[in-house]
């Protein structure tokens, strides 16, 4: 039987990296944005996952990497929505394209 | 006496007396400056008067029969490099010596008269300063030992007539005259610089001495000046050519005439000082300086003079047949006869018989100094009375002013060269000169003196006969239009001068090579010039003597000449189009305009583009997070893009 | 390991003991007197910063996780004495704030994961300093809580500064995968210059690049300059700029040394783009806080162009650099941020005729504008000149007439603000400012700064030495 | 004696008048600090006089040093010769009469007296200093003071004026940077370490190749300075905008800073660039000499027509310099030193009749030298010298040039010499116009009768200047013994390096 081998993880994580891209650059909401920073910040976790897995199974440094990503990126987001929040309570909205009152 | 550094008190008294008068004198001594100028320019005469004494008769001549020159002091001014520097000197020689007596004799008159005609000018002391500063630079420049030292003292006299000139200065005219005559000289004397920078490099010094004694015997450095040419014209004679464009410009050769007449704006003593006796002849004394070297390795040089100083004299005297304003006509007598100077050293040969044309040029430079300054100061003293310039407003003179009357009358007589009077020996020998060397030349130039002896007894007629101008001077009617003695004293000295320096055996002391030069008095060649010296007197008679219309008639007949001569063909006008239209308009305004538009304009164009670009890019700081992340990531990938795939390959 | 954990990460450890000590006041809330709490937090500062010159010792934890050097010292004592004239200077605004301890919790543990960071051994540790420095900051932009452009601001920082540390993670994971390790000793060893490998090593370098607001990085900088308060504007330009720097010159240079030609170009690059760029944005300003957002947008260009010489010289003078770049920086938000809280004026134009009323606060600003241009006798000259004889070491003389060149143009822009102090007329000009005398301590250290940095050349001299 | 008090005294001034409490102190303390400079350039003339009668055939005197940025081999070190001395001596002068001229500056007094005493330290230190980045240090100080001084005491478009001659100049220093960085990286003092040392340096070939690049640029930095044509144009606008005492201080001492740089730094460390480029530097010569002199004469402000004379003037300097002869260099330090005296005069002359007509626009001037004899006495002497008239200063600068420039037996280097003679003429038409517009004529406006004449200040100042000028114009031999000697060393040190 064929395994599914690293190439095949790293297309994946790949994907998902873009996927967060275009979901960070072309969504309005400042949840849904939050969100793909989440799906990119994942798609490192696979990799590093990925790499510690196939390529260095001797060492564990990938996964204690991914712990640390998810837990910061737990407080990130959290800081994030309260920032969010903060803006919603004088824009009564969350898109984001209306942040720009400081330009040029 | 002659080596002893004493004869340096004859420039040095009157430079302290302009120092003294020019820094204190407005305050101090204002009416004491008068006197302290005339007895410092006493003390002066005195002391050349010796010198020349001394000079030619206790040291007379040496071994080999000439007057040998002596470098009475020298001093080190401002050192070039090795061999050509500045040197500060006094040379004695019998032309230097005959022009500090000259100088200092006639300024010393001029001082005298001066206290009389500028009475009760506020700017009495300032005046006095000006004079002494002026004979300072004078005495310095004959004196000079020092090609460069000349061209020190020549830019001093120039800005001291310059300042003389412009005494009046609340006056337009004055000012612009005195303009115009710094700025036209300062252009001949761009000549004589470039003619001194050649002649320099050349010859490797800027001593007279040297300078000749290089030049004339051969050797390296006369063999590089002739083999260099440019234009098919050797160094040499463009040094020499340069040299004496910078002498036609102090001397009102033609073309650089334009400035003498104006120049008569200035206070009348100071036009019979510097604008007629002594500054003018600078140019001849700088050709009579280089003499050796014009006229024994450059011909070609020396016909240049020639035919310079017998146009001008004859254009000249054309002119002064028709102006109105005494000075003016005096002021192209004055042009006339320096161009007799001119010529007469232009057809000299050099040494003995041949060298005629040089004694003789120095002698009506002596002689003429004496009328001329008598002519001018006998103008002042009519102006005085009259309070005009123009003959128009005076005549019939002689009876308030007889002793001006006389005076004038010699000085006439003199230059039109009746005998016995100076002006006829000294004429009469260029004329024998002229005619020994160069016939067409000779009939010129005995035409021209028949012309000359008109227009002065034009001059004279018209102040002192033809009909009164009451109306002139009523308030003193019968009464003595005299001046003060101060006045009269000078005219009367110059007028014995007038009659008698003419016996002087001039030959005796100046000659081209120093060797004594007999010149017989021959009363056939003679006969010519006086007859037609006397035809033109009898000419003036017939037109001048009572007022009637015949001069008005004949006027009319001449119709263009005349009118082009009175426009003084028109020199003046072509001058001011030349500089005002085609230098300022074609030179000046665009000059201007290209710095303000083009080199200023490419310096705030550089700020402007700067400005519209950063004004072009502000767009992109859009305010919009996501757009500022797709900058980003654009940047990551076009760098990842450039140095992976470009970079790697 | 011992006691000499204790001395090793002093640094960390007193700022540990300072939050804890703030934190414990703001639970107790018995010291209702503000100025009592704030002379308390400036003392700790300070004597953290005093702690700083004691017992310093080179060594490594954590089996290389955490590592110090002289120099390493030397950075965090100038990261926290920057920190200790920035709560001096945000002494009056904090007075109105009722969240002072919370400032100061907030900025020291930014000022913490800077240290982390700093001696950080390891990518792990790295990007937990990295985020901790992060995190927190973005709060503190919107500690304006009731301003608009404070919460703006604040949102476009942690947006874009979580998108740029995932790009850095990216890459960084990617590292891992072709060198099979994160520790910094280790990792140089296996780097071949593959294409994946520079993939991530470009990802990597962007991470920095953004947090150093290089062009085309720079977007976030002026927008959360201009939105966030005084303080903390000022601790983001100087403070957490230099720490990366530092991290960025040490990365750079230990790590990546072998791909030196490559970054050197990148280098070459990114001065050009963010010297015109930042120059050509600045001219135009009317804000204070956004043009000197731009302004030391330039300033990391001229940096950057230190960086190009590769070696000990080019870190010197970028340290040097950063050194006198906190002084005059500082200066400039000192007095910006007294006429904030007095009058709320933050423009150009306000500061018209302000020479009149304040002479000595006008020269203040005058000279710190004149050090940021490299004018002598300031030491900002000093700076420049050295930054630019370290870059032309590489020979690249287009690039050195370049950055010279473009000095003109800034000084253009700085000349607009001496000129409104000096020249510009005002019918209205600005009363006297009046400043808390913490602020003026703080102003005349900066002052003694720009000016002595210069002229004492001691402390070139030591940064080269403990380089060397 | 010790060169650094030609930097501390100015330094000591200015602090004290920051200490000052009113203008009267303020101006007496900067009076004082300008004459004590002053003497120290006397005594520094008189004691290196002694030392070189003395035999010491040192290059440069006084020397000392002291080490500043180890690492980069930067020092401070001083020294002078005769050429530094010349140039210290003109900024003593233009300095005392700069003070005393703007006696009765009454807005913000104080800052404008430290600022000048800034602009005094920055030149003093530029011409002693023998290390290259301490030299740069210096000519950078004085950028910044003069932007000040325009800006905020100064007339007309002042601000336009200020920025531009401050960026001008700042980007003719950047591009000294450069070449000064050009220089340090390409040689080494013997033990293998770069260095600044002028000295040092001048012992040392630099590669052609480099010299090539940098020596233009080098140049031309250092040309923004002297007003090298094409950019000239931060002068006229800058001294018209300037107030008195900056404009005689911009064109008298600042612009020859820019001609000692040229001469001491780059064309004595690049020979062969000097010779390689020197066409070029008499082209520009050439050129800033006629075409400054032809928009002259078309200026109707008395000011931008002294401004475009100096242009002309400083043209002069650079021909000297660009003839690679001794005698032309000495010309050209010259004519540094007599331009700096004769500008500085005729600037404070404008300054004194605008202070009291209140125009500097010479068709509404006219008849001033009967209401106000002594300032018109003193502009007509100014612009006699300016046209060069002997017993003046600016004769026998101009002399020694045109005498050095003939030398060279080039065709081009001919005509460019005549063509420089030929400016004297329009030198003379577009003063005497000015003259005669301004000062002499008829009394165009009646209350120019009521006008007060100089005072005491003001006649000091005068007087101090025309004293300068003419000791120059006078006696002229004992400034060519002073500066010849070291003329020729750069003379020599040109041909050497080119001989072999």
């Known amino acids: ?104 | ?649 | ?468 | 004696m010790n060169l650094s008090l030609l930097i501390l005294v100015p330094l000591l001034t200015a602090l004290v008048i920051l200490t000052c409490k009113n203008m009267y102190s303020v101006r007496w303390v900067a009076f004082i600090g300008s004459i004590v400079q002053l003497g120290l350039g006397g005594v520094l003339l008189f004691q290196y006089n002694a030392a070189r009668a003395a035999g010491n055939t040192a290059q440069m005197l006084f020397e000392s040093r002291a080490s500043w940025y180890q690492a980069l081999n930067i020092e401070y070190y001083v020294g002078v010769d005769g050429i530094s001395i010349a140039m210290i001596l003109l900024t003593a002068f233009v300095v005392t009469a700069g003070v005393l001229i703007s006696w009765k500056m009454d807005v913000l007094t104080k800052e404008f007296f430290f600022l000048i005493m800034l602009l005094s330290l920055g030149a003093y230190g530029f011409f002693i200093s023998l290390d290259l980045f301490t030299m740069f240090f210096f000519l950078e100080i004085a950028v910044i003071p003069k932007f000040l001084l325009i800006a905020i005491w100064g007339s007309g478009k002042k601000e336009y004026s200020a920025m531009k001659l401050a960026l001008m100049l700042m980007g003719g220093s950047a591009l000294v940077l450069i070449g000064i960085l050009g220089i340090y990286f390409n040689t080494n003092d013997g033990s293998g370490h770069h260095t600044f040392d002028i000295l040092k340096i001048s012992h040392q070939h630099i590669p052609i190749g480099i010299q090539t690049y940098f020596f233009p640029i080098l140049f031309t930095g250092f040309g923004v300075f002297t007003a090298m044509f094409p950019f000239h144009t931060w002068a006229p606008d800058g001294h018209s905008s300037a107030p008195t005492a900056a404009s005689m201080f911009l064109a008298g001492i600042s612009m020859k800073l820019g001609g000692y740089g040229c001469l001491r730094v780059a064309t004595y460390l690049m020979p062969e660039g000097a010779h390689q480029y020197s066409w070029a530097i008499i082209l520009v010569a050439t050129i800033a000499i006629i075409y400054g002199a032809f928009a002259t004469l078309m200026q109707k402000d008395l000011k931008y027509i002294n401004a475009y004379s100096s242009v002309s003037h400083c043209g002069f300097v650079l021909l000297g310099i660009g003839m690679l002869t001794k005698t032309a260099i000495t010309g050209a330090v010259m004519q540094m030193v007599s331009h700096g005296l004769m500008t500085a005069l005729f600037f404070g002359a404008i300054g004194m009749l605008y202070e009291r007509t209140h125009t500097r626009q010479v068709k509404q001037l006219g008849g001033l030298l009967k209401s106000i004899p002594f300032i018109g006495v003193v502009f007509m002497i100014a612009g006699l010298c300016s046209l060069g008239l002997p017993g003046l200063s600016g004769f026998v600068a101009e002399m020694t040039v045109f005498m050095g420039a003939w030398q060279v037996q080039e065709f081009w280097h001919r005509l460019a010499t005549i063509l420089a003679c030929a400016s004297i003429v329009v030198t003379a038409v577009y003063i005497l116009r000015a003259a005669g517009a301004s000062v002499m004529g008829p009394i165009k406006d009646e209350h120019f009768r009521a006008l007060k004449d100089a005072n005491w200040n003001e006649r000091l100042a005068s007087v101090l200047l025309l004293f300068a000028i003419v000791a120059i114009g006078m006696a002229p031999f004992w400034l060519t013994k002073l500066v010849g000697p070291d003329s020729q060393i750069i003379m020599d040190h040109l041909s050497n390096v080119v001989g072999h």
């Open chain 1, 1 to 104: 039987m064929n395994a599914i081998g690293l190439p095949q993880i790293l297309v994946v994580s790949t994907a998902l990296f873009f996927i967060g891209v275009y979901g960070f650059l072309t969504r309005r909401n400042m949840i849904s944005m939050l969100m793909s920073i989440e799906l990119i910040l994942n798609s490192v976790n696979i990799n590093f996952i990925a790499f510690n897995k196939y390529l260095f199974p001797g060492k564990l440094d990938g996964l204690f990497f991914t712990v640390i990503i998810i837990t910061i990126a737990a407080s990130e987001a959290a800081v994030a929505i309260a920032i969010i929040i903060n803006l919603y309570r004088k824009y009564k909205s969350i898109d984001v394209e209306d942040a720009n009152s400081m330009r040029f």
């Open chain 2, 1 to 649: 006496m002659l080596h002893s550094k004493i004869i340096a008190l004859v420039p040095l008294l009157p430079f302290a007396v302009f120092l003294l008068t020019g820094l204190f004198g407005r305050k101090y001594l204002k009416n004491f400056s008068g006197i302290l100028g005339t007895l410092s320019l006493l003390v002066a005469f005195v002391i050349s008067i010796y010198t020349a004494y001394e000079y030619f008769f206790i040291q007379g001549r040496d071994a080999n029969g000439i007057f040998e020159k002596i470098i009475a002091f020298k001093y080190t001014w401002l050192q070039f490099s090795p061999g050509v520097s500045i040197d500060m000197g006094v040379v004695l020689d019998p032309i230097s010596i005959m022009m500090i007596v000259v100088v200092t004799f006639i300024s010393l008159m001029v001082h005298i008269y001066s206290m009389g005609y500028m009475k009760g000018e506020e700017r009495y002391a300032t005046y006095y300063s000006f004079l002494s500063l002026f004979t300072f630079s004078m005495l310095g420049l004959v004196l000079a030992s020092n090609i460069f030292q000349i061209y020190i003292f020549w830019e001093l006299v120039g800005v001291s007539s310059f300042l003389l000139i412009g005494f009046y200065y609340d006056k337009p005219s004055a000012v612009a005259a005195a303009k115009k005559a710094f700025i036209v000289t300062r252009f001949a004397d761009l000549g004589f610089l470039i003619g001194i920078l050649i002649l320099a490099f050349y010859s490797g010094t800027l001593d007279f001495g040297t300078l000749i004694e290089r030049f004339t015997t051969h050797n390296e450095y006369y063999s590089a000046v002739t083999a260099a040419s440019f234009m098919g014209v050797s160094a040499l004679t463009w040094g020499l050519v340069l040299v004496f464009i910078g002498g036609a410009g102090k001397s009102a050769m033609f073309p650089f005439h334009v400035w003498l007449p104006d120049a008569m704006e200035g206070p009348t003593p100071v036009s019979a000082l510097i604008h007629a006796a002594t500054m003018v002849v600078a140019g001849v004394y700088l050709v009579a300086r280089l003499f050796p070297v014009f006229s024994l390795s450059c011909p070609p040089a020396l016909e240049v003079v020639t035919y310079v100083g017998i146009f001008s004299s004859l254009f000249a005297a054309l002119i002064a047949c028709t102006q109105t304003d005494i000075k003016r006509v005096l002021a192209y007598s004055t042009m006339s006869q320096i161009g007799f100077m001119m010529f007469a050293l232009g057809v000299s040969g050099y040494g003995g018989e041949h060298g005629l044309g040089y004694m003789a040029s120095m002698f009506h430079l002596f002689t003429h100094a004496m009328f001329k300054a008598l002519l001018f100061l006998g103008a002042g003293a009519v102006i005085h009375f009259v309070h005009s310039n123009d003959m128009k407003d005076m005549g019939g003179l002689r009876k308030s002013m007889p002793i001006t009357h006389i005076t004038f009358l010699i000085a006439c007589l003199a230059i039109a060269g009746i005998p016995p009077f100076a002006g006829f020996f000294s004429k009469e020998e260029i004329l024998a000169a002229a005619y020994a060397n160069n016939k067409p030349v000779f009939v010129v130039a005995i035409i021209t003196a028949g012309i000359t002896a008109f227009y002065m007894f034009r001059l004279y007629f018209n102040i002192f006969w033809n009909k009164e101008k009451i109306e002139n001077h009523s308030h003193e009617e019968h009464s003595h239009g005299e001046g003060p003695m101060t006045m009269l004293i000078p005219l009367s000295i110059l007028a014995i001068c007038a009659i008698g320096v003419g016996f002087i055996p001039f030959g005796k002391f100046v000659s081209s090579d120093g060797k004594e030069l007999i010149t017989e008095f021959n009363p056939m060649f003679s006969l010519g010039p006086v007859v037609l010296a006397l035809s033109g007197i009898l000419l003036a008679l017939f037109f001048y003597k009572k007022a009637n219309g015949k001069s008005d008639k004949v006027a009319e007949a001449l119709g263009g000449i005349y009118r082009a001569t009175y426009k003084k063909f028109y020199i003046d006008e072509i001058y001011l189009f030349i500089t005002k239209k085609v230098v300022f308009n074609l030179v000046g305004r665009p000059a201007a305009w290209i710095d303000k538009n083009i080199v200023d304009g490419v310096i705030n164009l550089s700020a402007t583009v700067a400005d519209n670009f950063s004004e072009a890019i502000r767009p992109i700081q859009s305010g919009k997070v996501q757009q500022y992340a797709i900058y980003f990531f654009i940047g990551a990938l076009s760098f990842a893009v450039l140095f992976i795939y470009f970079w790697k390959n």
């Open chain 3, 1 to 468: 390991m011992g006691n000499d954990f204790f001395i090793l990460m002093k640094p960390e450890l007193s700022l540990m003991l300072i939050i804890f000590i703030l934190l414990f006041l703001k639970i107790w809330d018995g010291i209702k007197e503000v100025s009592t709490l704030l002379m308390i937090a400036n003392v700790l500062l300070l004597a953290n910063f005093v702690a700083g010159f004691f017992l310093n010792k080179e060594g490594v934890l954590f089996s290389g996780m955490y590592h110090t050097t002289s120099l390493i010292a030397l950075e965090k004592n100038v990261l926290a004495f920057g920190t200790l004239l920035i709560s001096m200077m945000a002494w009056d605004w904090l007075k109105k704030h009722e969240h002072l301890l919370e400032f100061y919790i907030l900025i020291l543990s930014t000022l913490l994961g800077m240290n982390f960071m700093i001696s950080s051994g390891n990518f792990m540790m790295l990007y937990l300093g990295l985020e901790l420095s992060t995190i927190p900051l973005a709060a503190l932009c919107n500690f304006d809580l009731d301003k608009l452009k404070s919460s703006e601001a604040a949102l476009k920082m942690i947006m874009s500064s979580a998108f740029a540390s995932c790009i850095l993670l990216f890459g960084i994971s990617l590292l891992y995968g072709t060198t099979g390790s994160l520790a910094f000793s280790e990792m140089p060893a296996h780097l071949d210059g593959g294409m994946l490998q520079l993939l991530a090593f470009i990802f990597v370098f962007v991470g920095f690049a953004f947090k150093l607001s290089i062009v085309p990085f720079h977007f976030w900088t002026a927008d959360v300059y201009e939105g966030s308060p005084v303080a903390v504007t000022s601790y983001l330009s100087v403070i957490s700029k230099g720490a990366i720097v530092f991290v960025f010159v040490t990365t750079l240079l230990n790590l990546f040394g072998t791909l030196g030609t490559i970054w050197y170009h990148m280098l070459v690059i990114s001065i050009v783009m963010t010297i015109t760029v930042g120059n050509l944005f600045a001219m135009r300003q009317e804000n204070l806080k956004r043009f000197l957002a731009f302004s030391s947008i330039t300033q990391v260009g001229y940096i950057l162009l230190g960086l190009t010489n590769g070696g000990s010289a080019g870190s010197a003078a970028s340290i040097y650099f950063l050194i006198i770049y906190i002084f005059s920086n500082l200066a400039a938000f000192g007095i910006i941020g007294m006429v904030s809280v007095q009058t709320g004026k933050e423009n150009m134009s306000d500061f018209n005729g302000f020479y009149k009323k304040n002479p000595l606060l006008g020269w203040v600003l005058a000279l710190a504008m004149f050090s940021l241009a490299g004018i002598p006798p300031t030491a900002g000259f000093f700076g420049k000149m050295f930054l630019v004889t370290a870059g032309a070491v590489k020979g690249n003389y287009l690039l050195i007439t370049f950055a010279a060149l473009n000095m003109v143009v800034s000084l253009y822009y700085y000349l607009r603000v001496v000129k409104a102090i000096f020249v510009n007329p005002n019918e209205s000009p600005m009363e006297a400012i009046k400043g808390s005398w913490s602020v003026k301590i703080a102003l005349g250290i900066c002052m003694l700064g720009v000016i002595a940095t210069g002229f004492y050349s001691g402390i070139y001299d030591y940064i080269v030495s403990i380089l060397s």
